[in-house]
């Protein structure tokens, strides 16, 4: 031992050249893999036909197509609108850092309503086109309240009131089940303080479940008896949304989820919107087609 210190005194430097070699080595190898892995996703996505979209998401759940509202919504326009799409799971976090996200004829694009906008235009799509101007505002607003205030009092109650009770649904593959209660802690955190900086994170749990329900309570009182929300022929952008937020709620959330009693005992009519919906754009719902595996 001894011996070993006198020698790394004396020969400091050529170890440390070792050493700095070692993880230089290391370092350049690892990079290398990712720039050949993203090379080789790069060539995979924009490798589909002219004008299909691949859709970015994240693995699909046991019991729903999708455990994000966003993706769901992005996918089932896609099915209503019928443009041509295949879906895959390698990277479901796009440039902007969330999911969903799109790639088509090489071209990626992020955020569930952008990729809307941008297919509507692309492809002359206009879901909305039966829609008088108020309905119109209307939709835009019932469209935020859902995404952008209903949705992180949803998350808080996935996610943070639970007690991680979401992990029997979620599927993450490659994951050692050893790692899985602290990566769903360390999500749970995360979400936390994603809704303290958004605010709704500041209020205590009954203000915030009082939030959710009020939300959830207009929009049962705006679809009333009619089929869609704004008629009984034809589906809107906002069924859509109206959809794949129930959809998490009665198929992807906690047994203990008060949103889920809520539908049951009070707003029955969101629950039949959901089921006539899915029928309509999901038969696969067990086993949803347009998937592209990781190996293709
Ligand atoms: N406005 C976005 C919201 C997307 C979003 O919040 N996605 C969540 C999953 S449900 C996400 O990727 N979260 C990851 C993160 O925030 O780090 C959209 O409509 O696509």
Redesign the pocket.
């Known amino acids: 031992m001894e011996e070993i210190k006198v020698q790394v005194k004396e020969n400091w430097k050529p170890f440390c050249s070792i050493g700095l070699g070692l993880l230089g080595t290391g370092y350049v190898l690892i990079r290398s893999k990712q720039w050949y892995t993203k090379r080789l996703l790069r060539k995979k996505w924009d490798s589909l036909p002219k004008d299909t979209v691949y859709l970015h998401q994240?693995h699909r759940s046991a019991t729903c197509p999708s455990p994000?509202?966003?993706?769901l919504?992005?996918e089932s326009y896609l099915r209503a609108t019928q443009i041509p799409y295949t879906t895959g799971f390698d990277q479901?976090?796009g440039p902007k850092?969330?999911?969903?996200w799109m790639t088509i004829n090489g071209h990626d694009l992020?955020?569930?309503?952008l990729c809307i906008n941008f297919l509507n235009d692309k492809f002359d799509k206009d879901l909305d086109s039966h829609l008088s101007a108020e309905q119109k505002a209307t939709s835009h607003c019932v469209r935020i309240m859902i995404?952008e205030h209903y949705m992180w009092a949803f998350a808080m109650d996935r996610y943070v009131f639970s007690n991680q009770d979401f992990t029997k649904w979620l599927v993450l593959p490659g994951i050692p089940k050893c790692l899985i209660n602290s990566l769903v802690k360390m999500f749970s955190s995360?979400v936390k303080k994603?809704a303290y900086v958004q605010g709704i994170g500041r209020h205590n749990r009954k203000d915030i479940e009082a939030f959710g329900l009020t939300d959830l309570g207009f929009v049962s009182t705006i679809l009333g008896n009619k089929k869609y929300l704004f008629s009984d022929e034809r589906l809107s952008e906002v069924d859509l949304i109206i959809f794949a937020t129930v959809a998490e709620i009665l198929t992807c959330s906690p047994d203990s989820s008060i949103y889920a009693i809520a539908i049951k005992n009070d707003f029955p009519n969101l629950e039949r919107h959901f089921l006539m919906m899915k029928n309509q754009l999901w038969p696969d719902w067990e086993n949803p087609k347009n998937e592209m595996m990781e190996k293709e």
């Open positions: 994240f994000s509202p966003y993706v919504k992005l479901a976090q850092g969330k999911a969903p992020s955020d569930s309503q995404e995360m994603g």
